[in-house]
């Protein structure tokens, strides 16, 4: 079974543009969590979805918006790079086996977002 | 708001010594404590988890231990080995019926096993 996958794996860009990250998760799973990590903050929650409904997010400016498609697929946005947008940002994916269930997540390799 | 506190930061042992990383959360709801492990370069993997049902769980070197009444949970390493070498990240969890999965991690800690 493939992993989660995240594209693309690096990406350069400068203040004041934006950006679009991909992630696809485990096939069956239909849970998308997204974080920032950096060197000093650690993973930071950007944003949770399931069945293309945003149920979480996380304490980040409206510049970072997300979505989610009906196979599951995740993407998220950055609108008006700044210099401190940079870091790895990961995707990870869970199984919704139900409510006694282990909430397992599985990530992604992650994407490194460069802002120059 | 909800938040996990994870120490020390950096924790060096001799090989061979045991490694215990510590963290405390703060959201009660909180049920499902997973830790992973994260070496250079690479995305977290999970090692051990445990459910607040259960107080200690032990997967041949690593074991986890709950403390739901004052909110702690530890890791510990026994005979630690030079590819035990990782960031570990603790993360609290609440119950899926609250209608979420979100984790909160803690900050991770950097584990240096000196050979």
């Known amino acids: 079974k493939a992993g989660v996958t995240q594209t693309p794996r690096y990406l350069i860009k400068t203040r004041g543009q934006q950006v679009t990250l991909s992630c696809s998760p485990i096939s069956g799973h239909r849970s998308v969590s997204w974080y920032q990590q950096t060197p000093g903050q650690g993973l930071q929650f950007l944003f949770e979805y399931f069945s293309e409904t945003q149920r979480n997010k996380g304490n980040f400016p409206g510049r970072f918006s997300g979505r989610q498609f009906s196979n599951s697929r995740s993407e998220m946005n950055v609108s008006t790079l700044e210099l401190g947008d940079s870091a790895l940002y990961l995707c990870a994916s869970s199984l919704v086996y139900g409510a006694l269930a282990k909430n397992i997540q599985y990530f992604g390799a992650g994407t490194r977002l460069s802002v120059l | 708001g909800e938040n996990v506190e994870q120490h020390p930061s950096t924790l060096s042992v001799q090989e061979g010594d045991s490694a215990v990383i510590k963290c405390t959360y703060s959201?009660?709801?909180?049920?499902?404590f997973p830790w992973y492990k994260q070496e250079l370069g690479k995305r977290p993997q999970l090692i051990i988890d445990i459910r607040s049902n259960v107080g200690e769980k032990k997967d041949q070197r690593i074991a986890v231990t709950l403390n739901k009444t004052a909110k702690h949970f530890s890791l510990h390493i026994t005979e630690t080995q030079p590819e035990d070498s990782a960031v570990y990240f603790c993360?609290?969890?609440?119950?899926?019926?609250?209608?979420?999965?979100?984790?909160?991690f803690g900050t991770g800690t950097r584990l240096k096993v000196l050979a």
């Open positions: 993360a609290a969890s609440p119950q899926p019926t609250s209608g979420t999965y979100k984790y909160i």
């Open positions: 959201d009660s709801a909180s049920n499902y």
